[in-house]
């Protein structure tokens, strides 16, 4: 695709008032990849966007022109004008404090979020929460139709925005239109308990190509249109009724996500990064085997199992600080809703009573940190730990097990993984675990720490081959040529 950027005029198009630069390719995210934060004093700072979608899509666009349309992550009656940020155009989406409420927290993140993971914790149904999102996906389409240049590629993300790609074809038939899920997408008996599930449907079905992280993702999207939607399905496709045509295909397929693996690993190469993950061990006392979780304090991320096989080990002796320490890392995430901030409770009450019987002076059994780092210090992370334990109950891709990998240019370390993360599917050569059986957990967890230093060499050189030769840009080009139909 030539990227191009050009004027538009006021008054071209319905609904533009001022004028505004259009583009060849726009994404839309629930989030920016910048987040407004507004200091005591009133000035105002940008900080890079928490998740994994960010984290790719931000690689994916470095070097590309494109617009992002997304919100800010702060309450407003009214957008903030559009921006430049590192090369990419920004096209801010206001929300008030109410549709923050009714439709980022509440059925993105209470309703939408618990279906799609498996019902971890009951989902919760609002009808005045489905209209706020209908309400706010509209808006985005608005944003949307608004920067896409004629016959541009839009690509919406994630479940947030799951009616953008109908209500902008209705607007739009000259766009291509394409939606990538992040998240899983759940199997047709769990995503049958959505009231709104056919309209939700449909408003997928308006795209060109929907891309999955598994193929299993997928299937279970094709299967819900042929059982719920009564569409007609054949393979990976749905035919969709597009008058005055006779009728549309529109593909279903898995395009697993990755990271940006050589920006990673250049910067574990760094001499400063590897001095301070040797700075890192030193400062925890050196201990001889680090363990490592990073994630988003979401209960889908398995820490409460995690910590209970950690605990039970330390509890029948089988390891003890300070030979043995681990960090784990949780960023703060969806703090309004319920069940997060439970589970926040729950995870640092569990801290504490690990820390009261296990720990000795000057060497905690676990050092709990609840804020993000910048990346440097997170690939110091990586290269310091001896075993990452990623252990969701269930994840679209988890980015970090990638990141681990893709850090250890010394294949050094040990990945324990969950068998119900999207990684799984590429890295199953890992300690894989059933985070549900805490026994089969500890033994992973063990094995991990005990399999001799050359076996887990080569593990980690098959993983590595892996990772490294599937990254981000990879996963994009193939998304895109998917989308536009040059594969
Ligand atoms: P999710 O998208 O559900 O949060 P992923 O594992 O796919 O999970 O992606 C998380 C992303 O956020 C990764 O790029 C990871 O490095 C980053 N991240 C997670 N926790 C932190 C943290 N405490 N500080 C900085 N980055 C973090
Ligand atoms: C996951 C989702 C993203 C989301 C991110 C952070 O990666 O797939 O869509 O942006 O988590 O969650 P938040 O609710 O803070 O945007």
Redesign the pocket.
């Known amino acids: 695709m030539s990227p191009t950027r050009r004027r538009r005029s006021a008054g071209q198009q319905a609904g533009a008032t001022t004028e505004a630069e259009t583009f060849d390719l726009v994404i839309a995210a629930n989030r920016l990849p910048v987040d407004k934060v507004v200091l005591d004093d009133g000035t105002v700072e940008w900080q890079r966007s928490?998740?994994?979608?960010v984290?790719a899509m931000e690689s994916v666009m470095a070097g590309r022109e494109g617009a992002w349309v997304g919100w800010t992550g702060q309450p407003g009656d009214e957008a903030d004008a559009p921006f430049h940020n590192e090369g990419i155009y920004l096209r801010p989406v206001a929300l008030t404090a109410d549709e923050i409420a009714a439709y980022y927290e509440g059925f993105s993140n209470d309703t939408l979020w618990p279906i799609y993971h498996d019902v971890i914790v009951p989902a919760t149904f609002h009808r005045a929460w489905w209209s706020a999102y209908e309400a706010v996906n509209r808006r985005f389409a608005d944003a949307v139709c608004e920067v896409a240049a004629p016959g541009a590629v839009v690509w919406i993300h994630d479940y947030q925005l799951q009616l953008v790609p109908a209500l902008v074809r209705a607007q739009r038939q000259d766009v291509r239109i394409g939606w990538f899920n992040?998240i899983p997408f759940p199997p047709v008996e769990l995503f049958a308990q959505l009231p709104w599930r056919k309209r939700v449907l449909a408003g997928l079905l308006g795209a060109d190509f929907l891309g999955f992280q598994r193929v299993a993702d997928a299937k279970n999207f094709v299967r819900a249109c042929r059982q719920l939607g009564g569409w007609q399905t054949k393979g990976q496709n749905v035919v969709v009724a597009d008058p005055p045509r006779e009728h549309r295909i529109v593909r279903a397929a898995a395009v697993p996500i990755s990271?940006d693996t050589q920006g990673l690993a250049e910067l574990a190469n760094r001499p400063e990064t590897r001095a301070r993950a040797r700075e890192l061990r030193a400062s925890l006392g050196n201990p001889e085997v680090l363990m490592l979780g990073?994630?988003?304090l979401?209960y889908?991320?398995g820490i409460r199992h995690r910590l209970k096989a950690y605990e039970e080990l330390l509890d029948d002796g089988q390891i003890a600080p300070p030979d043995v320490t681990f960090v784990q890392?949780?960023?703060p995430?969806r703090e309004r809703v319920e069940a997060y901030r439970q589970l926040r409770e729950e995870v640092e009450l569990t801290v504490g009573r690990i820390n009261g019987n296990h720990s000795v002076i000057g060497a905690p059994a676990v050092h709990y940190?609840h804020?993000?780092?910048?990346?440097e210090e997170?690939v110091a992370l990586f290269l310091a730990a001896d075993v990452m334990v990623v252990t969701p109950l269930r994840?679209?891709?988890?980015?970090?097990?990638k990141?681990y990998v893709a850090s250890r240019t010394d294949y050094g370390g040990a990945l324990v993984l969950s068998e119900f993360t999207g990684a799984y599917h590429e890295l199953h050569q890992a300690f894989v675990c059933n985070p549900h059986d805490i026994e089969g957990l500890k033994n992973a967890m063990l094995h991990a720490i005990q399999t001799p230093a050359d076996q887990k060499r080569r593990i980690m050189r098959a993983l590595r081959r892996r990772v490294m030769a599937h990254d981000v840009q990879r996963w994009a080009a193939r998304f895109l040529a998917d989308l536009t139909g040059t594969s």
């Open positions: 928490p998740g994994g979608l984290t992040h990271i990073v994630d988003r979401d889908t991320k890392i949780a960023t995430s940190i804020h993000g780092y910048p990346r997170m994840d679209g891709m988890n980015l970090v097990a990141e």
